[in-house]
């Protein structure tokens, strides 16, 4: 059983900071490409930023320059950094990540359940 879990979302006001962070436990073998992804009312989940097991990172033009992507091999875990926060940040973040549970396995994606970023005027 392999289970990503966030945390870190809530309340804050437009211009302001959050760090997300997700972390990966049980039967993992190792783990390939982590990412971000969100979802507000009535949209589709996009993509906010990946970051390949070496640190290579994309990011999403709507977040470019405000957000960064960044992990921690060791502890399985991935964060994000969100900088001057606008109201269209709001959404639900989901992380997500490549993950093969045995030598030799493909690997699978799992995602997290989400965490809830609500940015206020």
């Known amino acids: 059983q392999v289970q990503l879990v966030e945390s870190g979302g809530g309340l804050v006001q437009a211009g302001g900071s959050l760090r997300l962070s997700c972390a990966a436990s049980?039967?993992?073998?190792?783990?390939?490409?982590m990412g971000w992804f969100r979802q507000a009312p009535g949209k589709e989940r996009e993509l906010v930023a990946t970051?390949?097991?070496?640190?290579?990172?994309n990011y999403a033009d709507s977040v470019k320059g405000r957000f960064t992507i960044s992990r921690d091999n060791a502890k399985n875990t991935v964060f994000l950094q969100m900088s001057s926060l606008k109201v269209g940040d709001t959404a639900v973040y989901y992380c997500?990540?490549?993950?093969?549970?045995?030598?030799?396995?493909?690997?699978?994606?799992?995602w997290g359940q989400g965490t809830q970023v609500t940015v206020s005027s």
């Open positions: 997500n990540a490549d993950i093969a549970r045995g030598l030799g396995s493909m690997a699978n994606t799992y």
């Open positions: 049980g039967s993992i073998f190792s783990i390939g490409a």
């Open positions: 970051i390949t097991r070496g640190g290579s990172t």
